[in-house]
């Protein structure tokens, strides 16, 4: 697997659940290297890895992150106030949750609306370096929806974080993936993806992607 | 996706109860909107729909939340169709009580009841009788056990957390000629597939939107996990959203403003994106999850999406919020006259 060409970042995916396949199958299709884990022993995750991600390999989340240059956190949120934030330390974490308390319950930890569900991540994995994306898409259409670079009907992805050089690599990946990405410099302004957001769900190209932001942060941010 | 099924082909139809309007576009009372949904499944009935189930709700605009009841009504002008829950929340609801519910109308419709097991996309349930949406896996992982247990009828022994202890337990009414069809439905869960494939339910896919395509590996997954588990190979069945009409034109015209105001609804309270004209008109097509049109466009859509997915069944859920009486009679008539047998048709041409 070693070479002489820059490698492309590894990638762990945590959760096997609804998302965690997603984005797993279209990194591998991209070309990453890409390693999956849940809750506990990757035997019970052998299967779903086998024939759901294809090129994947199932493994402890420990040893998942431990070789990764990015983690995908994909975990139900309800499951974050229980996660180890140790085992994130150090790493560039995409954060792909949402709060959304009519399906999932009310969560304490996110009740405070002054900040935006990834800030109240990034104070609790401190030592981490989060990005907010991916949360904005629908899982079931990350795979659909990927265009080749130029394509007319290529979709946008919004990419947040408060570390320039973590949301460039993290935006690579996504373009590499077939998605133009919109970069935005913090995780407070990343608020604008969060479910009843202007882009959250939404289908649009760049362009249009941009110009959804740019008419909504004075209401969303007040 | 490897041997060719050899389930019989069903063809049923799915009602979440939807309140509908009456001609001067007015709703209709929860009472009569129950009512209808009586009259809805005694038609289904006479035109020929293999299956009609009933979706539990707990909300003013789906107001069916005893769907055994109604089923119980339509089970005594029937004599035919299979009837069943789409979707029990069985998390929220007490595996023994559903038990005894589908068994008991399991014997006024002479073997008729079957049941899909799931969480539905509403959780209304969950405050509404206590409990706590935090603790759904757990919920829904014990209770499907001691479900799966209940059906194999005979005494019962069975302990969990979420509920209290069984030791030899006998629960009746005893089925006549053993356990009643039942069902996982999942909607994007890979553990709920290996779920079901593990207490032995089949799998129903609830496909509401995107393209449908995309639960093959589903399928294979479920195939698989019966395979490793020694299982027998089991029925799988695709639930989707839509409308038939006797054009193209009208069918979609009839559905669309419908579809939209009760999509904008649902997205304030649950963050789904409001549909465009654009994303509507992609998800009626091939590529999407919705099957509105003529009863020659859903058939072809329902016979090229069976053979894709592995499975031998195909649910229609009709209706949506607002719609009359009269368009969900004609709907459904239309269905069970014209697309199921045009489906079978087509499916058979193909040899399957």
């Given at each position: 697997m070693t070479g002489g060409a820059p490698r492309l970042p590894r990638i762990a995916v945590l959760g096997a659940g609804h998302v965690g396949p997603a984005i797993a199958?279209?990194?591998?299709?991209?070309?990453?290297?890409?390693?999956?884990?849940?809750?506990?022993?990757?035997?019970?995750?052998a299967l779903i890895t086998r024939v759901l991600v294809p090129g994947a390999e199932s493994q402890w989340a420990a040893d998942a992150v431990r070789d990764a240059d990015i983690v995908v956190l994909a975990i139900p949120l309800h499951k974050f106030a229980a996660f180890d934030p140790a085992l994130l330390a150090g790493k560039i974490v995409i954060d792909t949750m949402n709060y959304w308390p009519p399906t999932d319950g009310v969560q304490e930890m996110f009740e405070d609306r002054r900040y935006g569900s990834s800030e109240i991540v990034q104070r609790r994995l401190a030592r981490s370096t989060i990005v907010k994306t991916f949360n904005h898409i629908g899982y079931h259409e990350?795979?659909?929806?990927?265009?080749?670079?130029?394509?007319?009907?290529?979709?946008?992805?919004?990419?947040?974080?408060?570390?320039?050089?973590?949301?460039?690599?993290?935006?690579?990946?996504?373009?590499?993936?077939?998605?133009?990405?919109?970069?935005?410099?913090s995780l407070s302004a990343g608020r604008l993806f969060e479910p009843g957001g202007p882009v959250f769900g939404a289908s649009l190209p760049r362009t249009e992607f941009e110009l959804a932001l740019s008419v909504e942060p004075s209401s969303s941010r007040s | 996706m490897g041997e060719p099924t050899t389930f019989p082909l069903v063809l049923g139809l799915d009602t979440f109860g939807d309140v509908t309007y009456d001609d001067d576009n007015r709703p209709l009372s929860h009472a009569q909107t129950i009512r209808n949904i009586v009259e809805q499944g005694v038609l289904a009935d006479q035109v020929g729909v293999d299956f009609f189930g009933i979706g539990e709700h707990h909300t003013d605009d789906f107001p069916l939340s005893a769907s055994d009841v109604v089923l119980g009504a339509i089970a005594g002008r029937t004599t035919r169709v299979r009837l069943g829950s789409a979707v029990t929340v069985l998390s929220s609801d007490d595996p023994v009580r559903v038990f005894q519910r589908y068994s008991t109308l399991n014997a006024i419709s002479g073997g008729r009841a079957e049941v899909i097991l799931g969480r539905g996309?509403?959780?209304?349930?969950?405050?509404?009788?206590?409990?706590?949406?935090?603790?759904?896996e757990e919920l829904f992982e014990e209770k499907s056990h001691l479900f799966a247990e209940l059906l194999k009828g005979g005494p019962v022994t069975w302990?969990?957390?979420?509920?209290?202890?069984?030791?030899?337990?006998?629960v009746v009414p005893h089925t006549e000629s053993g356990p009643f069809p039942a069902w996982i439905g999942v909607g994007g869960s890979p553990q709920s597939v290996i779920r079901a494939a593990r207490h032995g339910f089949s799998l129903m896919l609830a496909i509401i939107g995107g393209s449908p395509s995309r639960f093959a590996p589903f399928s294979k997954l479920f195939h698989q996990a019966l395979e490793t588990l020694g299982h027998a190979a089991l029925p799988i069945g695709v639930h989707s959203p839509g409308h038939v009409?006797?054009?193209?034109?009208?069918?979609?015209?009839?559905?669309?403003?419908?579809?939209?105001?009760?999509?904008?609804?649902?997205?304030?309270?649950?963050?789904?994106?409001?549909?465009?004209?654009?994303?509507?008109?992609?998800?009626?097509?091939?590529?999407?999850?919705?099957?509105?049109?003529?009863?020659?466009?859903?058939?072809?859509?329902?016979?090229?999406?069976?053979?894709?997915?592995?499975?031998?069944?195909?649910?229609?859920?009709?209706?949506?919020?607002?719609?009359?009486?009269?368009?969900?009679?004609?709907?459904?008539?239309?269905?069970?006259?014209?697309?199921?047998?045009?489906?079978?048709?087509?499916?058979?041409?193909?040899?399957?």
């Open positions: 199958r279209v990194a591998i299709a991209a070309g990453h290297h890409v390693t999956i884990a849940a809750s506990g022993d990757p035997e019970k995750i990350l795979e659909d929806e990927r265009r080749p670079e130029g394509s007319p009907e290529r979709r946008a992805l919004g990419v947040a974080g408060d570390d320039p050089g973590a949301v460039d690599l993290v935006a690579d990946v996504i373009e590499r993936i077939g998605y133009d990405t919109v970069r935005l410099d | 996309s509403s959780i209304d349930s969950f405050p509404l009788f206590g409990y706590d949406l935090a603790d759904y302990q969990g957390k979420t509920r209290a202890s069984l030791s030899e337990q006998d009409a006797a054009t193209d034109e009208q069918a979609r015209e009839e559905f669309w403003p419908r579809y939209l105001e009760v999509i904008r609804h649902v997205s304030k309270t649950r963050g789904f994106a409001v549909p465009t004209k654009a994303s509507f008109l992609h998800e009626i097509g091939p590529h999407g999850a919705l099957y509105v049109g003529s009863p020659e466009t859903v058939a072809k859509k329902i016979a090229a999406n069976l053979p894709a997915l592995g499975a031998n069944r195909f649910e229609l859920k009709y209706g949506m919020g607002g719609l009359s009486h009269g368009a969900l009679m004609t709907n459904i008539e239309l269905y069970g006259t014209q697309v199921v047998p045009r489906v079978r048709e087509l499916l058979h041409e193909r040899g399957h």
